[in-house]
């Protein structure tokens, strides 16, 4: 491919002029960038001169999806849209959707969605259009918060554990965009559990079409010559060129559907698997995305552009790249074909660059500036001549960019969105979000409720199911003493209303504590998650009017707790292990490496429970690391430096266990790893053991505790070297702990890369065996 920032000829369409789109600007910002082609471009100017006007900061931090991804970035802050002088934003955290007055920054309304809100509304006449985790697709009335209606993009009301939040089974995180009064999204992120692409009437919200086999597509994968059913992840802000609806699919390339039909047109994810994520933008018949530019025709890549932030014009292309940012202009070239004969097209050529010290985050144009946001401070420049003109300090990366009636909105990653205009309007206004104390009476049945369920079942992590919260005082007790994620649930419209207030302006809502609006008895919430199981309902009803059919299947084995009743009359019930379910506590089962669990309970076809990021580092698949492990509701997995225990049944973390480098050695492309050296830990009764050098640490599993440091013993071969060795093999059965001394002289070659790993620390051969007895130690 060749490169977008050469002068000289750069991209040619092979068999057609490519006709950049013009696109009538009003003074609003309504969509993500702007537009349906989230070109990031205005023809409404800024002032020269921009002073702070008002500012808002959250109460809380901002909770992206996928925090350690660079190419999964839509939700690093509430992105905003402007439209007849208010400014509508969502929140990641609490799942609101919330309007201000642009001119002060007062709040006009908010609206609850059921889960986190992670992109930006679109406004469409007189409604407000937003998608939510919850599955839903909601169009709100602009001028007062109240629902029109709503679509849900999944084909159940069935809910997991994501991204350590219970949401819906099918996330709306196709973002939805509106062409010709019909407005698209997308629900669904895992393939396997289906996609599902929607066309709506945006007044009616009746649907035109639905994709719902996007899911399930034989396609090649990234890996070639690999051909298996797949789909297409829809996670980012949907796009329009022309007749064709560009889904973004997570951390790939977009794949496109007819936008007429629904018809499914290309997906070319093994072609450009080192592409794809961010934001998609149409520049006529083309599409950039992740430094390439691809035919919205055919999906297929022409060109390389600069990987940074990208600002579509009517006349070309302005990118941020590397520290520095540069205008290109479309102009007429003529190029000979295969056969000689001249063929019109277009091309970019290079106006002028920039040279910048700091890299830009985000950029969009209003008028005859360009703005650039990034780490603590926003930026003007002349579109004309590329000079700086303005800039202004702002706390954390202006990821989120917009403008609208002179006035400049940028929104940064703690959370603060700030509003600059005019140096002759009001003076700057403060509204930041107070926190209430406390809205609840301190010494009530509540507080001691909670003080009780606290002390008597010793649960503080994990997740909590208040199944008839009523206000929702004994969630927000309950949050007070503990680091429990707190799902409230109440059938109740006007409790629910109370609940979401109060526990609002105690500002621990989204953060800490979720109100659901569900019948009891049927909540729709994943099965065995909660670690405890309340009922705010039982601090004033009688317990055994209340039905326990829904607190059972919340119940988590090995361990979860259901609590009900009031302080002094607590009635406890905890969940033992399940019957017929089996143990993977060896690389290859157990210690006989029968590669069978021994599990009755596992059948039929499997679907997501739970899923989540962890800051947590391990070594390439190439380097064949250790499988994870499973035992009594917990699943251990090990990373460079470390090992990790969570709750096999949400997704909770346990415990770290810190051992600085024990895997580093398998981090590379040798393809040797555990495949060669067998596994360096093992479960055994109560217990993990991970070998590391000459040592084998016992620790506790259900705490990660260190209990007790075995080494290996020195040789009774009177002529052997006294230097140590390594511990090598490892196993534990019926209370013996099995290990081998390694040979550090046999050190096998590598099988495909000599990379980053280290093949004098991957072991293969042993020269003694050896057991200790972990019940006398």
Not at 206 to 221: L, R
Request: some cysteine; proline content about 5%.
């Amino acid at each position: 491919m060749k490169n977008l920032r050469a002068i000289r000829f750069i991209v040619m369409c092979c068999l057609a002029v490519c006709q950049v789109e013009q696109r009538l600007q009003a003074a609003d910002w309504p969509a993500y960038r702007a537009d349906a082609q989230r070109s990031g471009f205005t023809t409404d100017g800024l002032p020269e001169e921009l002073a702070l006007q008002w500012h808002i900061q959250n109460t809380h931090a901002i909770q992206s999806a996928w925090p350690r991804s660079t190419r999964l970035t839509y939700d690093r802050v509430n992105h905003c849209v402007i439209a007849d002088d208010r400014v509508y934003f969502g929140d990641s955290v609490t799942g609101k959707i919330q309007a201000v007055d642009l001119n002060t920054g007062k709040p006009v309304w908010e609206y609850f969605t059921e889960g986190p809100v992670r992109f930006a509304p679109t406004v469409w006449r007189d409604q407000l259009l937003v998608t939510s985790d919850d599955g839903f697709l909601y169009a709100l009335s602009v001028a007062e918060g109240s629902l029109l209606w709503k679509h849900r993009g999944g084909p159940r009301a069935d809910m997991v554990v994501g991204n350590e939040r219970v949401i819906s089974k099918w996330p709306a995180r196709g973002a939805a965009v509106v062409v010709n009064d019909i407005v698209y999204y997308a629900a669904g992120i895992w393939p396997s559990d289906g996609i599902f692409l929607h066309a709506l009437n945006a007044k009616t919200g009746k649907p035109v079409w639905s994709n719902t086999d996007s899911g399930q597509i034989y396609m090649p994968q990234p890996h070639g010559g690999a051909d298996a059913n797949s789909g297409i992840s829809a996670q980012g802000y949907l796009a329009v060129a022309g007749d064709h609806l560009l889904v973004p699919a997570g951390r790939a390339v977009p794949a496109s559907m007819n936008r007429l039909t629904g018809e499914f047109e290309y997906f070319h994810l093994q072609k450009n698997r080192a592409q794809g994520g961010g934001d998609t933008i149409v520049a006529g018949d083309l599409f950039l995305n992740s430094g390439v530019v691809f035919k919205a025709a055919d999906g297929e890549a022409i060109a390389k552009s600069a990987p940074g932030p990208t600002v579509a014009t009517p006349d070309g292309l302005v990118q941020a790249s590397r520290g520095s940012i540069s205008r290109y202009q479309w102009v007429d070239t003529e190029n000979p074909d295969r056969k000689g004969k001249l063929v019109r097209g277009k091309a970019l050529k290079q106006i002028w660059t920039l040279k910048q010290t700091h890299p830009s985050a985000a950029l969009i144009i209003a008028g005859d500036k360009i703005i650039s946001g990034a780490s603590g401070f926003v930026e003007t420049i002349d579109l004309e001549t590329g000079k700086p003109l303005w800039s202004t300090p702002v706390e954390g990366t202006a990821y989120g960019l917009a403008a609208s009636n002179a006035r400049l909105l940028v929104s940064t990653d703690r959370g603060t969105l700030y509003a600059f205009g005019s140096q002759t309007t009001v003076p700057a206004s403060d509204n930041d979000k107070q926190v209430v104390k406390s809205p609840y009476p301190t010494d009530s049945v509540a507080a001691r409720a909670a003080a009780e369920i606290v002390k008597r079942t010793g649960i503080k992590k994990g997740y909590c199911f208040d199944v008839g919260c009523g206000d929702g005082a004994l969630a927000y007790e309950l949050a007070t003493r503990t680091q429990l994620r707190i799902i409230a649930i109440e059938a109740d419209p006007e409790l629910i209303a109370l609940a979401r207030q109060k526990l609002t302006a105690a500002g621990v809502y989204g953060s800490r504590v979720t109100v659901l609006q569900r019948s009891l008895d049927q909540t729709n919430t994943p099965n065995k998650v909660a670690n405890l199981v309340v009922s705010g309902k039982s601090l004033s009803e009688d317990v055994a009017a209340i039905p326990r059919q829904e607190f059972k299947r919340l119940q988590r084995p090995y361990g979860g707790v259901i609590c009900l009743g009031k302080p002094g009359a607590l009635e406890i019930d905890k969940r033992g292990a399940m019957e017929g379910a089996g143990e993977w506590t060896h690389q290859y089962a157990d210690a006989a490496n029968t590669l069978c669990s021994n599990d009755k309970l596992v059948n039929g076809q499997l679907s997501m429970l739970w899923y989540r990021d962890f800051d947590f580092v391990i070594p390439s698949r190439h380097g064949r690391g250790p499988a994870p492990l499973y035992s009594k509701g917990r699943l251990f997995h090990e990373g460079n430096n470390g090992l990790l225990a969570v709750d096999a049944y949400n997704g909770h973390e346990l415990w770290r266990f810190k051992i600085e480098g024990v895997l580093a050695a398998y981090d590379g492309d040798e393809l040797m790893g555990a495949s060669g050296t067998g596994s360096n830990y093992c479960l055994g009764g109560d217990f993990v053991f991970i070998r590391h050098e000459e040592h084998c640490f016992q620790l506790d599993a259900a705490t990660g505790e260190l209990l007790h440091t075995y080494d290996v013993p020195p040789s009774e071969d009177p002529k052997a070297e006294k230097t140590k060795q390594p511990w090598g093999y490892i196993a534990w059965h019926d209370g013996m702990l099995i290990g081998t001394a390694a040979d550090p002289s046999h050190v096998v070659a590598y099988r495909y890369h000599a990379t980053t790993g280290d093949m004098t620390k991957q072991l293969t051969e042993s020269t003694r065996l050896f057991a200790f007895d972990t019940k006398t130690r």
